[in-house]
């Protein structure tokens, strides 16, 4: 469970699961030599993952590389499924911003031998989240400026408009495989720009409109 500012007072949140897009801005499939997907395409994290805004980041033993993605998250407040995509904004409850920690090494180890990215994306604290949970009515999630520093200095800057699928198409596409309950988060993906952390480093990471989060990062 994690508590986020919302409304003036707090929100526990309790999510069955954390879905994660892959691939949903056209720079960073680039930057990874990925190709762009058909469809919305996604994976899970487990919600012990969640690192409270503030938190440290721990580079497990055996991670030589983690990298930071910076990503628009979505809080689903009424569960289902089957939503037809025209009806999915009835199912948001907020917005906010979390970071997709990455072990880059795992992952491509993982890729190259057709396994599973479960060990790459889900070790604990690999998906910290922002300090404020912006109400869906309060806000429109396309046109942002979405950011990451490290250390005072911008690794990645885009905006939401670059999505290539619609945050609607999203909830209705993982609908149509599982069903969505309440509390549940739906990342929707990184920007250009993703790249290594190390013991010490500071992050920030924002979204206009919705409150920063800031982590710090050690190795042990």
């Known amino acids: 469970m994690v508590k986020l500012m919302?409304?003036?007072?707090?929100?526990?949140?309790?999510?069955?699961?954390?879905?994660?897009?892959?691939?949903?801005y056209a720079a960073h499939a680039g930057e990874l030599s990925n190709d762009l997907p058909d469809r919305p395409r996604f994976f899970l994290k487990p919600p012990s993952a969640l690192l409270k805004n503030g938190g440290i980041v721990r580079i497990p033993e055996g991670v030589a590389t983690l990298h930071h993605e910076v990503e628009l998250a979505v809080v689903i407040g009424k569960g289902g499924r089957y939503i037809r995509e025209e009806d999915s904004h009835?199912?948001?409850?907020?917005?906010?911003?979390?970071?997709?920690?990455?072990?880059?090494?795992?992952?491509?180890?993982?890729?190259?031998?057709?396994?599973?990215?479960?060990?790459?994306?889900?070790?604990?604290?690999?998906?910290?989240?922002?300090?404020?949970?912006v109400p869906s009515g309060a806000m429109d999630p396309g046109g942002r400026r979405i950011w990451l520093k490290?250390?005072?200095?911008?690794?990645?800057?885009?905006?939401?408009?670059?999505?290539?699928?619609?945050?609607?198409?999203?909830?209705?596409?993982?609908?149509?495989?599982?069903?969505?309950?309440?509390?549940?988060?739906?990342?929707?993906?990184?920007?250009?720009?993703?790249?290594?952390?190390v013991d010490g480093d500071v992050v920030e990471a924002g979204i206009d409109g919705i409150a920063p989060l800031k982590i710090t990062v050690r190795s042990k």
Not at 6 to 24: A, N, W
Not at 96 to 101: G, I, P, S
Not at 173 to 193: K, N, Q, Y
């Open 150 to 197: 490290v250390n005072g200095e911008i690794r990645q800057e885009g905006n939401t408009d670059q999505l290539l699928f619609p945050v609607d198409m999203m909830i209705s596409e993982i609908s149509r495989v599982m069903t969505l309950e309440p509390d549940d988060i739906i990342m929707t993906g990184t920007p250009a720009g993703v790249g290594p952390l």
């Open 6 to 24: 919302f409304e003036g007072s707090d929100l526990e949140l309790s999510p069955s699961k954390i879905v994660c897009l892959l691939r949903t």
């Open 90 to 133: 009835h199912h948001i409850k907020a917005y906010t911003v979390m970071l997709d920690l990455t072990s880059r090494d795992i992952q491509n180890e993982a890729r190259e031998k057709g396994l599973p990215w479960a060990e790459a994306k889900g070790y604990d604290t690999f998906a910290p989240i922002g300090p404020e949970a």
